[in-house]
């Protein structure tokens, strides 16, 4: 199970730290990711991050969001720094295992970000 927390309003300029608490005993072998839904868009890849720790962000967020993990704690992060309106979006955090092919399978309840102007 994953649980989404952190989500609120925040205004423009401002910075938002979400996190995602999974259960089980082998989260450090699943790659995480954060996606995002806007209303009446297509839900999209923000950044994942690997078992490993590799990362990779999405060019609309580049510079300005985080991902980072911390396996003792069950747990991955998205700094969200210089945050924009158009970043205003349900995030959920999901997992899926390292395999070739694999797909994210695992999904949390997300948590709204409101972004103001």
């Known amino acids: 199970q994953l649980q989404a927390s952190g989500g609120g309003l925040v205004q423009a300029g401002g910075s938002l730290r979400l996190s995602c608490a999974a259960s089980?005993?082998?989260?450090?072998?699943?790659?995480m990711a954060w996606f995002r839904q806007a209303p009446g868009k297509e839900r999209e890849l923000v950044a994942q991050?690997?078992?490993?720790?590799?990362?990779h962000h999405a060019d609309s967020v580049k510079g300005r969001f985080t991902i980072s993990r911390e396996n003792a704690k069950n747990t991955v992060y998205l700094q969200m720094n210089s945050v924009k309106v158009e970043d205003t979006a349900v995030y959920y955090c999901?997992?899926?295992?390292?395999?070739?092919?694999?797909?994210?399978?695992?999904w949390g309840q997300g948590t709204l970000v409101t972004v103001s102007s």
């Open positions: 991050i690997t078992s490993g720790g590799s990362t």
């Open positions: 089980g005993r082998t989260f450090s072998r699943y790659r």
């Open positions: 999901a997992a899926r295992l390292e395999q070739i092919g694999a797909q994210y399978d695992y």
